[in-house]
């Protein structure tokens, strides 16, 4: 049986913006259904994602292409997560429009554009069911690149950049960087997690130590994010060990 978002009582929406509500509705049916309707021939790739379990979807829509990724939840961490920082997914959403504001159009990041979420069943319990549709960015993925050491040393500035606009990207791997046509380097699958902004930061300057053997630039943070990035680099240089970035 087709599923649809339309109707779904017990589910949850949030856009960047309200007008785009029928169009990423309609998106997420397609990839909910693929296989099953005569919607496929909307989707240009299909590629799993962990396990079996999640899957990405890249769909062309009016000529514009969108990411769009299904991840399930436990009923336990989502609602801990709720209860302690309120909802993940609202927090997304205001976090890229306010990225937006401050410079975040510029294309420096893949920008989540909606998100649903709704009750579900998989591997054998009850979860929550998370699509999302972010903006495609055209261009080469770091990790397949022969040679990419020279947009390695350029992470940490573009991971600065991002920070300041109240974003962040924490899972520091080449899957998570596109190099475009024209050789800038951007981030992708960008996460909001319910930790305070701080404590991202110090995440950030941490892995960058970690992973680049650099420090991550402070220009233009504000005096605690400075002080959080500080502690990251000191917390690695008294504890941390290097590891090589993949």
């Given amino acids: 049986m087709a599923r ?5 009582r017990n589910g949850k929406e949030y856009a960047f913006r309200k007008a785009s509500l029928p169009a990423f509705r309609r ?3 397609i990839c909910m259904n693929y296989g099953m309707s005569s919607g496929d021939a909307s989707l240009l790739r299909v590629a799993p994602l962990g396990g079996g379990a999640n899957h990405s979807f890249v769909v062309e ?8 990724k299904q991840t399930f939840h436990t009923n336990r961490e989502i609602l801990l997560k709720r209860l302690l920082f309120g909802s993940e997914s609202r927090k997304m959403i205001a976090s890229m429009r306010k990225a937006v504001r401050r410079g975040g159009g510029d294309g420096l990041f893949q920008k989540t554009l909606y998100l649903f979420e709704c009750p579900a069943f998989a591997k054998n319990r009850s979860c929550v069911e998370i699509w999302s549709v972010s903006d495609f960015i055209e261009g080469e993925v770091l990790s397949s ?6 947009y390695v040393d350029r992470i940490p500035v573009l991971l600065a950049e991002v920070a300041r606009r109240g974003v962040f990207q924490t899972d520091l791997h080449s899957g998570n960087f596109i190099v475009t046509k024209d050789g800038d380097l951007r981030a992708i699958d960008i996460r909001i997690s319910s930790s305070p902004d701080l404590a991202l930061v110090y995440r950030m300057a ?3 130590r970690c992973f680049l053997g650099r420090s991550m630039p402070t220009a233009g943070f504000g005096i605690f994010k400075k002080a ?3 502690l990251g680099d000191a917390a690695f240089s008294l504890y941390g060990m290097r590891r090589e970035f993949k």
């Fill in 145 to 150: 690149l022969p040679d990419k050491q020279e």
């Fill in 27 to 29: 998106i997420c049916e």
């Fill in 228 to 230: 959080a990035a500080f």
């Fill in 61 to 68: 829509c009016d000529g514009t292409k969108y990411v769009v």
């Fill in 206 to 208: 941490f892995k960058c």
């Fill in 4 to 8: 649809a978002l339309v109707g779904n």
